[in-house]
């Protein structure tokens, strides 16, 4: 940054030398013709023209490339902090939102940066032309350089009314993307309820927006870029007309009127960008803030300061008088007093009507959330003691919405341990019941997918994410729903593997279907955030009418 | 700053298709000649005014100053005042013209290409990428609209400048112009090798911003799942790298420049010191005034600048060119499926009937269909039953002509579909696919989709005839209720509900139904299955069955296997028979008994 400023100093000094430098030339070598004056003036351009193109190079290249720096970093920054926030923070963040800090807050505070060195050069420029002109006619200088202020109030208005417009017009060239995107990606829709007309119809209405916010920018832009130019013809008016009559009076010479003009045009781009740079400055400013928000907001789920390693064991979880609550407003927590023993290796299933409360349970295990009141423990220890990533990787899941990574197949289920080997890769696989299809997709397990990728059925997906958390090997492993998209005539192929990968494992299944209940040793009965029976599938047939009332909802609908 | 385009070798236009384009976009500015009439001419006029500033200088200084006039030098200043002003004004209509003009053009274009896009049957959608339909409406037409609103002017006032400078040093001293333009080739060159450059380097640069950004967005909807696998230093460090990346491709960008612009400014330097070197000499031998030294100064601003500036709005320019090629192609496109010129209407009741049907998803490919003959009497509903990949959702689609068959026919009513008006088609099927699909827009909006003109009351009697009005009623909006802010909220089940209300609201005589293979939360899986059995009352039904009931329930069965029919019947009829249904209906009653 310093090298920038200096170089930007030196070449803003040879830029204002160089009409001074012809000036001379011009007096001395023509007007007076002094011996050698010429040639001498003529090379002074020629070595200060050198020098002033270095710096122009050098002031571009390093402005840039620290403000670049800065954002990159500042990127990076941003990146690692969102990685670790809790869940409760991303739950409450539009993912948009967050990207649009990542990509034009950070732009906006790129540009700001850049225009630092610049901004200096401008200032040394505007200082010492007005300097220069005051010394070879006060009164003219005063004169041209007059109307410049008004430039540079007229160039901070005009940044100040462009940005909002430019901000509205960028807005509703997002609706027409939104819109194309759903009716491509709806298209089937579209076409089968014949609904082509009123899709044109509301693209029109859009365009029409569009249009509406585009002539208004121009109207904006019309309003204020002729005056830009105007302002300096003021200048230069001054120039010709009062310093002409002064050469007229003998008090001025013709090189001085030349003079003044290169300076009047060397002050327009200075003092516009100068005026730019208030409302530019500002706009920074609320970025920086925005990104600055984010960054001070503390993980809220971190190692203790002595967090201890999870001991040696088999996966022993108890749930001692758990309360919990997304929100400390709401009226009723969504788990109250809640207590659950799940021994070393054995299988429950969380059953329960929609919103009861089972996914909760599910992630206050990894301790995505902290509980309220009461504790877990696994093997013996308070959760909150362990370390976190050895709780994390001790215990996998599979989450009720599949999110696969825009990659290999194979890096996906290889996610936990990217060094593992393809037959490692290929028996979770098998256990998932997802080798089959994909040893039948274009490339195998090599096959991208994601957006930009080969696109797989909701099974499918469930699949590959239950191959991933079995590659991982955890000591308690949980199925949030992770079949409920495979199609029910393939559903028993996993369900025998299942049986393979919960041997010996403890295992928490959250599940409506009842041949997956079946799997389980236990089912636990959840509704509005408690425990309401606990026994086997058939005890709990025989013995509970709740129990049956939400097991038939399921059943009534497969029949 | 730069400019930030670059265009991909193979989207660059050809030779002779700059011509053609340009033919093509000035007949769709048809409609609004008198503004662009009004347009060149305050263009022209403004060129005059932009000119007449220096003249009125020179005129100033070689008729004032030289002679000692003082009434030629206020003649100079009013003739000066005057120019400035008339550039003030004339500067303003012409932004106001481009701009409407541009923009109107543009607004015209997303019409057309959309337009067009819908009339699209679904083979061309199988063809293309949705990502590439979606960037010929967004990101092509929006750097055309960046040429409007930004690069156009520029462009035109830039090369203006430029000539009329050329043309004015050449007018007052040639060999001094000659001497000054010296440099001008080398500008040239170095101009040409920097536009490619950079725009090569832009591309690098476009390259690596998405593939941070997507890394970026992907951690973020990702982040529960990295942070359930601990993986969330191993993922900074990838992102780590694509960040890096993005900074050296912004850092040679930065360098190609940084060698450019000295460039430029060194010409224009040198330049001035060829003016007053040799200027002056000629001076002294009385070759040319002082008054031309002090022009020629004055003009050589104007020499460099505009190259400068060209030599970026020249990657504009060529990314606009490849994008409008682009939209032009899309226009050309020909939709797989078209009305024919005497489409006659369908009449309104009527068998559905395929003959000898035959279809292949490309002409060369293998056959999806071979040979289908199918009777559906009006009333009647027919199940599709059979294996993933049979072909059943591909005869649903050829029986609503989402496709043209490559032999045989579709016939309504005795009419072949293929002579059926559009509008007569739109009126008698509905097509209900496998998922429900919202789009932005209140509940209303969504059902009302199927039938624009339907009241709200229309649209409520709609959804409670098949019984789904008081499940959303009972939202916080009711039926205004915002899709998109509930977004996920919305369950699968309930945006089945959507599309069965759709399907109530068009009313119309043949139902297509795919029916969802995953299963829905218990409590809407029960609603789907109610109002899908009121919404087929009455109605000629074809539904592809994934479950039991809905094969039961239905008048007749078609197994499909291997691309064609392999048994029709009534359920019971089939279940005795023993064969391919037998054996489907054995696992599916197996598993729901599990
Ligand atoms: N991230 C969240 N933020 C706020 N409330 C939530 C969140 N996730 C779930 N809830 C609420 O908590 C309750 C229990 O939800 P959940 O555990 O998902 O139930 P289940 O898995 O049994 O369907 C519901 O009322 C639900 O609306
Ligand atoms: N849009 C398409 N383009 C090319 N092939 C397709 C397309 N849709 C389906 N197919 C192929 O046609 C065959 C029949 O598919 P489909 O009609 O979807 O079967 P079903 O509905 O019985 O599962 C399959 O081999 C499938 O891969
Ligand atoms: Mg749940």
């Known amino acids: 940054m310093f090298f920038g400023v200096l170089a930007g100093f030196v070449w803003t000094i040879a830029k204002v030398a160089l009409p001074l430098m012809a000036r001379q030339g011009i007096h001395r070598g023509i007007e007076l013709d002094e011996p050698n004056a010429l040639r001498n003036w003529t090379i002074g351009i020629v070595v200060v023209a050198l020098i002033s193109g270095l710096c122009t190079g050098m002031r571009r290249y390093l402005a840039f490339g620290v403000a670049y720096r800065v954002e990159t970093d500042l990127r990076l920054k941003m990146f690692a902090h969102l990685q670790r926030l809790h869940f409760a923070f991303h739950d409450q963040s539009q993912t948009g939102q967050l990207m649009s800090r990542a990509a034009t807050d950070l732009q906006q505070i790129q540009g700001f940066i850049v225009m630092i060195p610049i901004t200096f050069s ?27 202020p008004f430039l540079n109030y007229m160039a901070n208005r005009f940044s100040k009314r462009i940005h909002p417009v430019a901000m509205e017009l960028q807005q509703e060239l997002a609706g027409v993307s939104t819109s194309v995107e759903e009716t491509v990606t709806g298209i089937r829709v579209v076409k089968g309820f014949g609904a082509e007309r009123v899709q044109s119809a509301r693209m029109k209405e859009t365009a029409a927006r569009v249009f509406d916010r585009a002539v208004y920018a121009g109207r904006v832009r019309a309003g204020f870029m002729p005056l830009l130019d105007f302002i300096p013809a003021l200048g230069i008016l001054a120039v010709v007309w009062y310093g002409g009559h002064e050469v007229l009076n003998g008090r001025l010479s013709v090189a001085d009127i030349a003079g003044f003009l290169l300076y009047v045009n060397m002050l327009v781009f200075p003092l516009r960008l100068t005026g730019q740079l208030v409302s530019q400055g500002q706009r920074a400013v609320a970025a920086a803030q925005r990104i600055e928000e984010i960054l001070v907001t503390e993980p809220a789920i971190v190692n203790k300061a002595n967090a201890v390693s999870l001991p040696p064991g088999n996966g022993d979880v108890v749930f001692d008088n758990v309360s919990f609550g997304y929100s400390r407003e709401a009226e009723r927590a969504v788990l109250e007093n809640l207590s659950l023993t799940i021994h070393a290796g054995e299988a429950v299933a969380l059953v329960g009507p929609t919103g009861c409360g089972k996914t909760t349970v599910a992630r206050l295990l990894p301790r995505f959330y902290e509980v309220d009141g009461g504790s877990i ?27 696969l990574f825009g990659d290999t197949v194979a890096a996906n289920i290889a996610f936990a341990d990217p060094e593992a080997t393809q037959e490692r890769i290929e028996a979770a696989a098998a256990l998932a019941g997802a080798h089959e299809f994909i040893s039948e997709l274009p490339n195998g397990y090599s096959t991208e997918i994601g957006e930009r990728g080969f696109s797989l059925s909701g099974g499918q997906r469930q699949r590959i994410a239950l191959a991933r958390a079995i590659l991982a090997d955890p000591r308690v492993l949980i199925l949030d729903d992770a079949t409920s998209s495979v199609d029910p005539t393939k559903e028993h192929e996993i369900r025998d593997a299942l049986k393979t990968v919960m041997k010996g494992r403890t295992t928490i299944v959250i599940a409506h279907r009842p041949a997956t209940i079946a799997l389980a040793d236990r089912v636990v009965l959840l509704d509005e955030g408690r425990i309401i029976a606990e026994g086997t599938h058939v005890e709990l047939l025989r013995t509970s009418s709740r129990y049956r009332e939400v097991l038939a909802q399921a059943e009534g609908a497969a029949a | ?28 500015l048809r409609p609004y000649r008198g503004q662009v009439v009004l347009c060149v001419t305050v263009l022209l006029l403004w060129t005059l005014a932009t000119v007449a500033g220096p003249f009125a200088i020179r005129y100033g200084v070689d008729q004032g100053l030289a002679n000692h006039n003082g009434a030629a030098l206020n003649r100079a200043a009013v003739g000066f005042a005057i120019s400035a002003v008339a550039v003030l004004i004339l500067s303003r209509a012409q932004i106001l013209l481009v701009n409407r003009i541009g923009e109107s053009f543009l607004r015209d274009m997303r019409e057309r290409v959309f337009d067009h896009l819908m009339h699209m049957s679904l083979g ?66 170095a101009s040409v090798q920097f536009q490619r450059s ?16 997507s890394t970026f967005q992907e951690s973020l909807s990702g982040v529960r799942v990295i942070q359930a696998f601990g993986r969330e230093a191993a993922n900074e460090t990838r992102f780590a790298h694509h960040n890096q990346e993005q900074l050296d491709a912004y850092a040679y960008a930065v360098k190609i420049s940084a060698l450019y612009f000295p460039v430029v400014e060194l010409a224009g330097n040198f330049a001035l010191a060829i003016v007053v070197g040799i200027g002056g000499s000629f001076v002294h031998s009385n070759a040319i005034t002082l008054g031309t030294i002090i ?101 649903a689609k050829l029986l609503s002509r989402m496709y043209d068959p490559l032999d045989g026919s579709v016939r309504y009513g005795g009419v072949d579909l293929r002579d059926a008006s559009f509008a007569s088609m739109r009126e008698r099927f509905t097509v209900v696919p496998q ?87 218990p409590g809407t899986e029960v609603e789907v299955e109610v109002a899908l059995t009121k919404l087929m009352e009455g109605k000629t039904v074809i539904v592809i069955a994934h479950r039991l009931s809905t094969a039961e329930r239905a008048d007749m069965v078609a197994v499909v296997d291997a691309g064609g029919i392999v048994e029709m019947g009534t359920h019971a009829d089939l279940v005795r028979r023993t064969g391919a249904y037998a054996a489907l209906f054995g696992s599916w009653s197996g598993q729901a008994a599990s």
């Open chain 2, 295 to 395: 022009a020629f100064v004055l003009y050589l601003q104007n020499l460099f600048d505009p190259v400068q500036q060209l030599s970026q709005l020249f990657n504009m320019l060529q990314s606009a060119g490849a994008a409008l090629n682009k939209l032009f192609g899309v226009l050309d496109t020909q939709s797989p499926v078209q009305e024919r010129q005497a489409a006659v209407d369908l009449p309104d009741h009527g068998n559905l009937e395929a003959v000898d049907l035959t279809f292949g998803y490309s002409e060369a490919g293998p056959k999806v269909l071979s040979h289908v003959n199918l009777v559906v009497k009006p009333g009647e509903r027919l199940a599709l039953v059979g294996p993933t990949g049979a072909g059943k959702s591909t005869l």
């Open chain 1, 377 to 403: 423990t696994v093997d013996g220890v308070d959760i909150r003691d362990v370390k976190l990533n050895e709780l994390r990787t001790a215990i996998g899941i599979v989450f009720e919405d599949t999110f």
């Open chain 1, 122 to 148: 401008n200032l040394l420029t505007i200082v010492l032309v007005a300097i220069v002109v005051m010394v070879i006619n006060l009164k003219l200088a005063l004169l041209a350089l007059a109307p410049l």
């Open chain 2, 124 to 189: 061309f959608y199988d063809s293309q990428q949705t990502g590439k339909l979606v960037a010929r409406m967004t990101s092509d037409i929006d750097s055309l609209q960046e040429l409007v609103q930004q690069g156009l002017i520029a462009f035109v006032t830039s090369g203006l400048l430029l000539i009329v400078t050329i043309t004015a040093l050449m007018f007052i001293s040639p060999v001094l112009a000659l001497l000054c333009l010296a440099s001008l080739p080398l500008v040239l060159i």
């Open chain 2, 435 to 521: 998922e429900g699909y919202l789009f932005q827009g209140t509940i209303l909006d969504n059902v009302r989709l199927a039938r624009p003109s339907a009241t709200d009351d229309e649209v409520a009697a709609a959804m409670a005839r098949i019984g789904v009005l008081e499940h959303f009623i009972g939202m916080e909006d009711g039926l205004h209720t915002e899709v998109r802010e509930r977004g996920s909220r919305f369950s699968a089940g309930e945006r089945q509900l959507v599309s069965l209300a759709r399907a109530a609201l068009a009313d119309s005589e043949i139902l297509v139904l795919d029916e969802a293979t995953s299963s829905l939360d």
């Open chain 2, 1 to 28: 700053m730069w400019s930030s385009h670059g265009v991909d070798e193979e989207d660059r236009l050809k030779k002779g298709e700059t011509g053609n384009l340009l033919r093509r976009a000035l007949r769709m």
């Open chain 2, 198 to 213: 950079s725009n090569r380097a832009y591309l690098v640069v476009r390259e690596r911003i998405g593939q941070t950004l």
